[in-house]
Every structure is written in structure tokens, then in C-alpha cells.
Nanobody
């Protein structure tokens, strides 16, 4: 089992930027795909962005494309989500997740059911 810890959330004005981090631990291998999801109040959790273990493939939700960038740290057990041009609609709890079974599979990266372990989430609040 992988433990995930998100950080970097906070309160920011519209148009601002944040960088979310997710650090994974508990497994000797850091060979896994990683993804970010979010859940706004009263809404279902939705896909935001994902990256394969190699970093060769990244995918984004249409709503964040061009504003969000997912990347992996040099120590591959870390993933970042750089968020810019924040909008009030981006307000949500952001969750990190990993898929330990198919680390470089390029399909179904948007599918929550693919992911095997989840973090507790970090709150992002965007004021208008």
C-alpha cells in the first residue's frame, strides 16, 4: 500500500497561482502512474490531470488544459500540479492518487477506478 500526502493548497485570489505537491511513501518501488482529482462542494469527484510513471504521457481535463501542469519530481515518488490563472470554479479539495499496477499504461488515466491508493486531499479556495 502507498501512503500519499498532498500539500500546497490554500486561499488565493482569482488569477493567482499555486503549486500542489504529492509525496508517496510506503513502497520500495516508485514505479506508478499518478493523478490529480478534485471535488467541489456538492459535486462528484472529477479528473484533473495524470502522468505515467515514465513521464512520457500526461493528460488533462478540458477545463484545466493550458492552466494546469502536472510533472514528476526528480525523486519519482513526487508529483506536482502547477496551477495558474485560478478561477473560483477551481475551488475544491484536490486529491492525489497512484496506480501501482500499470505504471505506464496510457489509457484510462482519467478513470478514477484505475487508481489503487488515494491521499486525504488538500483544499484550494479561490476568491473572486
Amino acid at each position: 500500500q502507498v501512503q500519499l500526502e498532498e500539500s500546497g493548497g490554500g486561499l488565493v485570489q482569482a488569477g493567482g497561482s499555486l503549486r500542489l505537491s504529492c509525496a508517496a511513501s510506503g513502497r520500495t518501488s516508485s514505479n506508478y502512474a499518478m493523478g490529480w482529482f478534485r471535488q467541489a462542494p456538492g459535486k462528484e469527484r472529477e479528473f484533473v490531470a495524470a502522468i505515467t510513471s515514465s513521464g512520457a504521457t500526461t493528460v488533462y481535463a478540458d477545463s484545466v488544459k493550458g492552466r494546469f501542469t502536472i510533472s514528476r519530481g526528480n525523486a519519482k515518488n513526487t508529483v506536482y500540479l502547477q496551477i495558474s490563472s485560478l478561477e473560483p470554479e477551481d475551488t475544491a479539495v484536490y486529491y492525489c492518487a497512484v496506480d501501482t499496477r500499470f505504471p505506464n499504461l496510457r489509457v484510462r488515466l482519467r478513470d478514477q477506478n484505475r487508481y489503487t491508493d488515494w491521499g486525504q486531499g488538500t483544499q484550494v479556495t479561490v476568491s473572486s
